[in-house]
């Protein structure tokens, strides 16, 4: 089946009409995240727990013999499942997977992966009507006996990302490009040197340069043109060391663009959103709650609020976290030590 577009992708999923194979592939790791919400939105908030899986290839649960297993089970509520397999790279692209142009010939070792992959083949063969499967994977091998049958099955959705330019100044004008897109869509504008400066700092990484962008998005909310000094104050040119005390420091100062950037910085580092909220409660109800009394009521809403969202998956977790930052940033406090 040949590949769709993001737009027609996103036709049929504002139309709950999803088809029964996916593949979603590409390095646009935050859209992808987006998109794969989205596919689990069509499902009835209620119904998820029961209709909804997401499970990790290469881990029990996600095995072959496990996915095509889940993807057989009928739907307890409604009329569809949906079984998303992330990092489906460990199976579409396995580290130990054959070169050679025959994939028929397996090399050493490629035997038993051959194997594993029959509860999958058969599944792709003849696939349950009432399950929508998605395989997510930033890379695959389409060499590979089995991926070029799932392929041949699937809807093939590209998030290519920047592209994969040896050339330092095309690679920029891609980005660029890019760039200028995605602020069109959100009606906003960015000062050139601006421009520049986010796409340096971003390195041709499209999650990075993705992610900087979302947080100048919040951070200039209201304003309809970024500068460069906006761009400065919160993207990053590479993960730090971590401050423990970065985040509330900078809500305490005043100063949103650092809050973001020392948030920034716990993402990359892999730290949990839930961590971060239990920390930010800390801070509302110990510091806050003493300095600014009139404000805590507020924050209190507010990270209540961000809690259920993330609970729910309600939005991108990172996003959700940000936003929250923004809102609870206000006047500096009188400075305290602790």
């Known amino acids: 089946m040949p590949g769709i577009s993001l737009p027609a992708l996103e036709k049929q999923i504002a139309s709950r009409k999803l088809g029964g194979l996916y593949v979603f592939l590409g390095e646009d790791v935050k859209l992808v995240e987006r998109i794969v919400d989205a ?7 209620a119904d998820r727990p029961f ?6 290839a290469g881990e029990p649960s996600g095995s072959p013999m496990a996915i095509a297993g889940a993807a057989r089970v009928y739907p307890m509520l409604g009329d569809r499942r949906i079984v998303i397999v992330l990092r489906a790279e460990r199976i579409l692209k396995p580290k130990r ?5 025959d994939d028929d010939i397996p090399e050493s070792g490629e035997e038993d992966a051959a194997a594993d992959m029959g509860p999958l083949e058969d599944y792709i063969a003849a696939p349950a009507a009432s399950t929508t499967l998605v395989f997510v994977a930033t890379e695959i091998d389409r060499g590979r006996r089995f991926t070029k049958r799932l392929v041949e099955k699937a809807q093939v959705v590209e998030f290519g990302g920047l592209g994969g330019s040896a050339n330092a100044r095309e690679a920029r004008g891609v980005a660029l490009d890019w760039l200028k897109e995605e602020l069109a869509r959100a009606d906003r504008s960015i000062d050139p040197a601006a421009a520049q400066l986010l796409v340096d700092r971003a390195s041709g990484d499209i999650t990075k340069l993705r992610g900087d962008l979302e947080r100048l998005l919040i951070y200039t909310e209201g304003q ?8 400065a104050e919160v993207s990053t040119a590479a993960a730090g060391a971590i401050d423990q005390w970065g985040i509330v420091n900078a809500i305490e100062a005043g100063d949103a663009g650092r809050a973001l950037r020392e948030l920034a910085i716990r993402f990359e580092h892999g730290e949990s959103p839930f961590a971060l909220i239990g920390h930010l409660r800390w801070w509302v109800s110990s510091k806050l709650a003493e300095g600014a009394p009139e404000r805590a009521q507020g924050a209190i809403d507010s990270l209540l609020r961000t809690d259920v969202a993330l609970k729910s998956s309600g939005g991108d977790e990172q996003h959700l976290v940000e936003k929250l930052v923004v809102e ?4 500096p406090l009188p400075r305290r030590r602790w």
Do not use: F, N, P, Q
């Open 39 to 45: 596919v689990e939105a069509t499902i009835d908030e």
């Open 51 to 56: 209709a909804v899986e997401r499970v990790y």
């Open 97 to 101: 997977a054959a070169k050679a142009a």
């Open 224 to 231: 309809k043109k970024i500068s460069r000094d906006d761009v």
């Open 328 to 331: 609870l940033t206000g006047k």
